[in-house]
């Protein structure tokens, strides 16, 4: 997933609609300009594609994927059919998440699995990943979700020491656009010197309009992002490029920050609003 000093993932956001020729297309356009891309798994409760078969599009366009597993969609039967079938494709990269509940409004409303928890996911592509049993052994990178918080000076963070123990070699943060919360809980774990067992990813955004940013703010739990940075979308004359500009910023500032050793950055908008901050940012230069 890392080819630079820096690393620089996007998302795309799989929906009902996603078809194989519009991965194509966003591959075309991310392929040069970011280390991976990462495929969340059925977020906000929409049904899409497979990350698995969104992720074999990806890698036969020239694009390294990070597939998304949730242990709120299926058993651990299904889950570690999807990690078999992914180390048979070439798929490397895993992002394996606990899963947000979902949104009111489902009609039937689907049933959470949850047999198997993040960290207890973690460790079971990590026994594949490590175990003489297995004839072939995948080259796994796990990955696990964490939402920066304001820290406890007299604490530490165990949740995500379990992850690491468990065999997460990088964690990736919700998206997080407070920069002095971020910072701060960064600081807390260089203290903790977690940074030496794991990379972390930071998230942030492009929006492309207030509104966008509003409705990520009020439906995901996790996420941060700060009053300010809508109002600067809603009074800007041209919205999409203040978003640009937004992340921009944020990225910069990221790379400042001690322990972040790599940026995720989602779009609401347009793909080409990736490249355009990314090119900005000029983190790798």
């Given at each position: ?6 690393t ?43 990350t ?13 994927p ?35 509940k ?41 990955g ?25 070699q ?62 600067r979308l ?46 900005a ?5």
């Amino acid at each position: 997933m890392q080819t630079r000093d820096f690393t620089v993932t996007a998302k795309i956001p799989l929906t009902p609609s996603t078809d194989a020729d519009l991965i194509r297309e966003q591959a075309e356009i991310l392929r040069d300009n970011i280390d991976a891309v990462l495929l969340t798994d059925n977020q906000f409760g929409k049904v899409h594609m497979s990350t698995v078969a969104a992720s074999v599009l990806l890698l036969q366009n020239g694009v390294d994927p990070i597939m998304q597993l949730s242990c709120r969609n299926k058993n651990r039967i299904a889950l570690i059919s999807d990690l078999l079938g992914a180390a048979a494709l070439g798929i490397t990269s895993l992002l394996l998440v606990q899963g947000n509940k979902l949104p009111k409004g489902f009609d039937p409303r689907p049933k959470a699995v949850h047999d198997v928890n993040a960290t207890e996911l973690i460790a079971t592509a990590l026994t594949m990943k490590t175990d003489e049993q297995f004839e072939s052994n995948p080259d796994f990178f796990i990955g696990g979700n964490i939402a920066p918080h304001v820290p406890d000076p007299e604490s530490v963070p165990q949740k995500l020491i379990d992850k690491i123990d468990a065999g997460a070699q990088f964690v990736q943060t919700h998206v997080c656009m407070n920069m002095d919360l971020l910072s701060n809980f960064m600081k807390h774990l260089v203290e903790n010197n977690l940074i030496r067992r794991v990379s972390f990813i930071a998230g942030t955004a492009v929006f492309p309009t207030a509104e966008a940013a509003r409705w990520l703010k009020e439906n995901r739990r996790n996420v941060m992002i700060p009053e300010a940075i809508i109002k600067r979308l809603k009074q800007a004359k041209d919205p999409e490029s203040e978003g640009i500009k937004i992340c921009t910023e944020q990225m910069q500032e990221m790379a400042e920050i001690p322990g972040v050793s790599g940026v995720n950055v989602m779009s609401g908008g347009e793909a080409s609003a990736i490249v355009a901050a990314v090119h900005a940012a000029n983190l790798n230069s």
